[in-house]
């Protein structure tokens, strides 16, 4: 079932963003379910269509349209965690920048992305995830690939890199990991447990350390993908990263929005540098776009939508 498709109705729509005000304790619900309406349902609207489109079109124009249809998908989510937005000009800003020119020998898994003061990302991270961003940080396309379980097998088998460690599951809520895990991290049960409970997104960790084996239980099962050390496949196996530095607190949605602005900005305006990587496939770089592509494809749709109907927000 597409889910989409009970906001083509203005009275669903009106009725959804109400019940989320009034949830969010605002003194205008009436008016802002009637004021954002329409404009919610042309921003879900867009960003299908983008995201359609991308399906369809030649993968040198794909991250463009994927960047867009993410954008205006995001910006649908915003009004019903913010009824005033856009409150002004800054926030409709990208909220990223990266390099004009590339420089001499350019490798993508090398390059970076650097977070603004205003613009569309920290003002996602802020409303959707109750997260500060900090300006002028920077994030490499390798370690923000690394947070996806879905490239962990082009880690492996295009670098010889092994990101994560597998667990188990023990029931719903519990996972077992090798406890030589915390050697490798060079903390205690204790200290680890601390830093899951950091997290927010899991509910309440607790960590055991028993005949070598480290036990992870939460309150309630973690969602899909969160912003926490744990992260799951898509086959809901638990994975821990194998080297902690390479562990980011950020949510999926998060690291897409960062990638594909990476990736758009590339293709509109590196177009030499993208075409010849296209065509003469002398590049093992290509590999890892076109997986992204595809987990973007398959999966963004669904986050926005888990997003919405289930208030889940730090998916």
């Given amino acids: 079932m597409n889910r989409f498709s009970f906001f083509e109705s203005a009275s669903f729509t009106r009725s959804f963003l109400a019940s989320h005000y009034d949830k969010n304790g605002s003194s205008t619900v009436s008016s802002d379910s009637y004021k954002n309406c329409y404009s919610f349902m042309y921003h879900l609207q867009h960003g299908q269509l983008y995201f359609n489109q991308a399906r369809l079109a030649p993968f040198a124009i794909k991250p463009m349209l994927l960047f867009y249809g993410l954008s205006q998908l995001l910006k649908a989510c915003l009004l019903v965690n913010d009824p005033s937005y856009p409150a002004n000009s800054s926030v409709l800003a990208h909220g990223l920048s990266t390099r004009k020119r590339k420089k001499q020998g ?46 962990r097998e082009s880690f492996l088998l295009l670098k010889n890199e092994e990101v994560f460690i597998e667990g188990k599951r023990k029931g719903t809520h519990t996972f077992t990991f090798n406890a030589s895990l915390l050697d490798r991290y060079h903390m205690t049960g204790e200290r680890f447990e601390h830093i899951l409970r950091e997290s927010k997104f899991l509910h309440t960790p607790t960590v055991k350390e028993e005949r070598q084996t480290i036990y992870i239980q939460c309150k309630n099962e973690p969602l899909h993908s969160t912003a926490s050390p744990l992260r799951f496949h898509l086959n809901r196996q638990p994975l821990l990263h194998k080297y902690r530095s390479d562990c980011l607190y950020l949510p999926e949605l998060a690291l897409f929005y960062l990638i594909l602005y990476n990736l758009s900005m590339i293709c509109r305006y590196e177009t030499e540098w993208w075409g010849e990587r296209l065509h003469t496939m002398d590049c093992d770089e290509i590999p890892f776009i076109k997986q992204f592509l595809q987990l973007v494809e398959d999966q963004a749709e669904e986050r926005i939508l888990q997003a919405l109907f289930e208030n889940k927000c730090y998916l």
């Avoid at 205003?118 to 802020?126: F, I, Q, S, V």
């Fill in 106 to 151: 350019y490798l993508f898994l090398h390059d970076e992305v650097k977070t603004q003061r205003d613009g569309l990302y920290p003002h996602m991270l802020e409303k959707m995830f109750h997260m500060k961003q900090l300006p002028d940080k920077k994030y490499s396309m390798t370690l923000l690939l690394k947070q996806l379980p879905e490239l």
